[in-house]
């Protein structure tokens, strides 16, 4: 198994709180992911980061905001948190691409976040 | 538009007996494709990785094929257990970034029942 984690595992938290999803990988790879999943849906990549001081935005749109000072640590930040931002979000990691293995992507097991 | 499609949306089979699952995608340039099991509450596991010149990659029971001529891929499941009860998501890769982008499915949803 991985060695990538992800903190709290579940949140509930109330309407216009600040939240901080973590996540942290052992595996020293460069690049990291932050994708958002309904249930029944597919993922959408949300963040991602190619290193340290890297962020870029995914596909989809979030309010979220990412962080990379450490090449450990990628936590994801919500200011001001809404109901429609109850969803399950999932980090990954890759190595450098040196050949298609390098391509893996690593998951952690998520964080179910339910916004009331 | 990329995109990659799965069928059957759900299954349920009874333990022991076989099942494949399907794959359509239209990423292009294509790098390769990927089969995931993500169980309930849980984030994905890879079980295949094939690239383009590969046609079939075997995981223990699960054996995957690649067409990527017709662009469709296969995971058969050999001998269901229990325990492969899960979500399985197609995930494939183009070649057209340096990031290496993935284009996931939405799953087939496995119950396999006693």
């Known amino acids: 198994e991985a060695d990538i984690y992800q903190t709290p595992r579940y949140l509930v938290i109330g309407t216009g709180k600040k939240i901080t999803l973590e996540c942290s990988q052992t595996?020293?790879?460069?690049?990291m992911y932050w994708y958002q999943q309904d249930p029944g849906m597919e993922l959408h990549l949300i963040h991602y980061?190619?290193?340290?001081?890297?962020?870029e935005k995914g596909d989809l749109s979030s309010e979220s905001t990412v962080s990379r000072i450490r090449t450990e640590h990628f936590p994801l930040t919500l200011e001001s948190a809404r109901p429609s931002h109850t969803s399950q979000y999932l980090c990954a990691s890759s190595a450098n691409p040196e050949g298609v293995k390098s391509y893996e992507q690593y998951f952690g097991p998520g964080t179910r976040l339910t916004v009331t | 538009k990329n995109q990659v499609e799965q069928s059957p949306q759900s299954l349920i089979i009874l333990e022991g007996k076989n099942c494949t699952l399907q794959?359509?995608?239209?990423?292009?340039?294509?790098?390769?494709l990927r089969w995931y099991k993500q169980d309930t509450g849980r984030g994905p596991v890879s079980l295949t990785i094939m690239t383009f010149s590969e046609n079939t990659k075997s995981n223990g029971r699960y054996t995957a094929t690649l067409d990527a001529d017709t662009k469709q891929s296969s995971l058969h499941i050999t001998a269901s257990q229990l325990s492969d009860s899960a979500s399985y998501i197609c995930v494939v890769s183009d070649r057209g970034s340096t990031l290496g982008r993935l284009y996931f499915g939405r799953g087939t949803q496995l119950t396999v029942w006693p």
């Open positions: 980061s190619y290193g340290v001081n890297s962020t």
């Open positions: 595996m020293g790879h460069d690049k």
């Open positions: 794959c359509n995608y239209t990423v292009s340039p294509f790098s390769n």
